[in-house]
């Protein structure tokens, strides 16, 4: 009877599937894993697979989990885990559960192409390649497999091309190209390709093709316009730079030739902060033309840019060799330099620059800096900080310095508004925004109650920038939860839940958090599953149950009770609990049995009889109310007249 109860609700809940009717679906679900003693495997799965699709990521990863728990030799539970965290963007963490249900499904080639999928947005093009051509072999009718294999040979094609393996490369970007790809990228690279190898007509033709498909990119003209000066097409070329310029480029009246159009390209990208694009351009331009202090010193900038901080300290070292008395790379050193956190070089090249009548501003910025570094006198290095400020302007790099110092010296209240002024000059200056939290928690916590909007807004923006700091986003939530902000800090805690679904006080607190915000449905469907991992947890179990009755599973929790009060033979909280389910149900003797079952596990608890009590005055028996009404005042004087170590009942 059982087992077709389990098929009818199961096959119910996947024609609800089908129709689409997820919500109902999960609905169903909930109810079934509400009321089951054991929870079944199969009514996990589907309920992750309808939160999945109901975008409930966090809910469907715990679930997920559990069934892998339950069945770790079924590669369902691992495969749509997998998809979930793909869903998220969270590629790192499908990796290895996709690889085990391939492990245990090795010719599924929907699981092929979920793993190719992931290895490519995990950046491992080979994998992909590898994985999705078997799933085309496996399904050749499968057009979505079919495409993702496409743009797997694309990446793969691009990556072999960067590291030298040219010829595989371009085969593969073009059979890209002759199956309907259309995207400038495969013909970019091949006009890289082409270019490189000195083939410059038909880099010129990929070019143009990409410009076609971006023509608003005006990267991509200044590389067609250099083409078009190497193959002496000088006018099309000047066309090409007028373009440029109607585009909104910053283009100069001058007499171009191919040299300066190559340099003033790079000068573009630079402006831009295509870094990559301008570094590519850089090597190219001295592996074609031999050394240039200029060209040497943008490649280093667009180095320095992409964090190669070694590199681009080689390249700024030759274009000194070549120009050391150019004073502009002597700033880029001091840059550098400070960057590098090598501070010998910085002392050096401010006593060139000093030498050299060097700007005295970035003289007296860069000496505050090192001082800084240096000194353990706060209060002169505070006042050097302050005057290179007055002097020379809020640079970041002053500003924050000064809020640590501010901070160092128990200051919160100055640190924070120069970590907010950092903030306002750079707006991705990570440590200041963690230093400007700091200092925030520290001012909330001493009593300044209209900064907590404030610290929140920085919390968020920390959070929007860099979402995977854990420690982070744990700390906003719990301060969330403790300034009773349940709204927000469930969303904060449903993140944290995707990165550690096996976090059994996390899904505690979360279901705390829902039983605030009055989802208890979903406190009892996550509290479910604690109670599978701790099943002699009697707090549970009741926070469990009261979920059940402020829902509408509150039906399912007598029956549960009641075997709870077999199992937990001493425990007076459960045989109240059944006493109060069997009340609510209308099962008046039923709920009488539970309350003397509670009285006798303690004779010395009052609530036993004051339940009673109420009962019996509900049904209008007065004389036996009042019995027990004086036998539940003689034990709470008893209980009244215990230590407070001795009042727990």
């Not at 610290?455 to 920390?462: E, G, N």
């Not at 976090?503 to 469907?525: C, F, Q, S």
């Not at 059940?548 to 399912?556: A, P």
Request: net charge positive.
């Amino acid at each position: 009877m059982e087992t077709k109860r389990k098929l009818d609700y199961l096959q119910e809940a996947l024609e609800l599937g089908r129709q689409r009717d997820y919500a109902g679906a999960a609905q169903l679900l909930e109810e079934a894993i509400a009321r089951q003693e054991g929870v079944e495997p199969e009514v996990l799965l589907l309920l992750g697979r309808a939160y999945h699709t109901l975008q409930r990521y966090p809910r469907a990863l715990a679930l997920f989990r559990d069934y892998i728990r339950l069945e770790p030799a079924s590669a369902q539970g691992y495969f749509f885990a997998g998809r979930t965290y793909l869903a998220l963007g969270m590629n790192q963490q499908a990796l290895p559960l996709l690889r085990k249900a391939l492990e245990i499904r090795p010719d599924d080639p929907q699981v092929l192409a979920m793993l190719g999928i992931a290895c490519l947005k995990s950046k491992r093009s080979r994998e992909a390649v590898d994985f999705l051509q078997k799933a085309v072999e496996l399904a050749p009718e499968n057009q979505k497999f079919y495409r993702s294999y496409l743009n797997a040979l694309l990446i793969r094609g691009i990556r072999l091309c960067r590291v030298g393996e040219t010829e595989l490369g371009a085969q593969m970007l073009q059979f890209v190209l002759d199956n309907g790809i259309q995207s400038p990228l495969p013909h970019l690279e091949l006009g890289r390709v082409y270019r490189e190898t000195g083939q410059l007509t038909q880099a010129l033709a990929h070019y143009t093709a990409a410009c076609q498909l971006a023509p608003q990119d005006t990267s991509i003209r200044w590389y067609r316009a250099t083409l078009l000066m190497a193959l002496n097409k000088t006018q099309e070329a000047l066309e090409e730079i007028e373009t440029i310029r109607e585009l909104g480029g910053e283009v100069p009246e001058l007499s171009w030739n191919a040299e300066l159009v190559e340099r003033f390209m790079i000068r573009s990208f630079l402006a831009e902060g295509a870094w990559s694009r301008a570094a590519r351009a850089c090597g190219l331009w001295l592996r074609k033309r031999g050394p240039d202090p200029m060209v040497h010193a943008m490649y280093a900038e667009a180095l320095r840019n992409m964090g190669d901080l070694e590199r681009a300290y080689n390249h700024l070292s030759k274009a000194l060799e070549i120009a050391s008395q150019q004073i502009e790379l002597r700033y880029a050193q001091l840059m550098l330099a400070w960057e590098r956190e090598d501070w010998e070089t910085l002392q050096k090249t401010l006593s060139i620059l000093q030498r050299m009548n060097g700007d005295p501003a970035i003289i007296q910025r860069f000496r505050a800096l090192a001082i800084d570094h240096a000194s353990q006198d706060d209060k002169a290095v505070i006042a050097q900080l302050q005057q290179a400020i007055r002097n020379t302007g809020p640079s970041p790099e002053l500003m924050f310095a000064l809020a640590q110092r501010y901070f160092h010296i128990g200051l919160p209240d100055l640190a924070e508004g120069w970590y907010a002024r950092t903030i306002q000059v750079q707006a991705l200056h990570e440590r200041a925004y963690l230093g400007s939290i700091a200092s925030l928690e520290l001012l909330v916590q001493e009593g300044q109650t209209d900064l907590v909007d404030t610290l929140i807004q920085r919390y968020k923006a920390y959070l929007e920038r860099w979402p995977d700091n854990r420690r982070i986003r744990r700390e906003f939530a719990l301060f969330l939860v403790k300034q009773q902000q349940y709204e927000a800090a469930q969303s904060e805690l449903e993140d944290l839940l995707t990165w550690e679904t096996d976090n059994r006080t996390l899904r505690r607190l979360l279901a705390y958090v829902y039983r605030k915000n009055r989802r208890y449905r979903d406190a009892a469907i996550l509290l479910k599953g604690v109670l599978k991992e701790d099943p002699q947890n009697i707090g549970l179990l009741l926070e469990f149950i009261g979920c059940m009755d402020r829902s509408n599973l509150k039906k399912y929790s007598y029956p549960i009770l009641e075997k709870a009060a077999k199992h937990f033979k001493n425990s007076v909280d459960v045989a109240l609990a059944l006493g109060d389910a069997a009340y609510r149900d209308k099962k008046i003797e039923q709920a009488l049995d539970a309350y003397r079952e509670a009285a006798v596990r303690n004779g010395e608890d009052p609530r036993p009889y004051q339940r009673m009590a109420l009962v019996y005055k509900r049904q209008g028996i007065l004389e036996m109310a009042d019995r027990y009404e004086k036998e539940a005042n003689i034990r709470q004087n008893r209980k009244n007249k215990l230590p407070n170590s001795q009042k727990k009942l």
